[in-house]
Nanobody
Framework: QVQLMESGGGLVQAGGSLRISCVAS????????MGWYRQAPGKLRELVATITRGGSTNYTDSVKGRFTISRDNAKNTVYLQMNSLKPEDTAVYYC?????????????WGQGTQVAVSS
């Protein structure tokens, strides 16, 4: 089992910055890719950014150049630095970790942290 605990969400004005964190605990040996997803009211959950254990990153187009995902493997923590925030970034942000089960990948999720951007 893997547990993911997010923190750092809140309310910020448009153009502002926020950093959210996710600490992973439990059986982490088979975790490679971790990432952030978000879900706005009435919308499907969407990928924001992912990062592998080796540091390779991937971003959705709408956050490229504004958001930076990073990872501290020693602390089992992944971060999302969000700059130049826009009202459309408002959503619940979920931490994700994919565990290689041998037969495939199993996705673990955190409980989510709310990010609200006011105009």
């Amino acid at each position: 089992q893997v547990q993911l605990m997010e923190s750092g969400g809140g309310l910020v004005q448009a153009g502002g910055s926020l950093r959210i964190s996710c600490v992973a605990s439990g059986r982490l040996l088979n975790i490679n890719t971790m990432g952030w997803y978000r879900q706005a009211p009435g919308k499907l959950r969407e990928l924001v950014a992912t990062i592998t254990r080796g540091g390779s990153t991937n971003y959705t187009d709408s956050v490229k150049g504004r958001f930076t995902i990073s990872r501290d493997n020693a602390k089992n923590t992944v971060y999302l630095q969000m700059n130049s925030l826009k009202p459309e970034d408002t959503a619940v942000y979920y931490c994700n970790a994919d565990s290689d089960m041998g037969w495939g990948l199993y996705a673990y999720w955190g409980q989510g942290t709310q990010v609200a951007v006011s105009s």
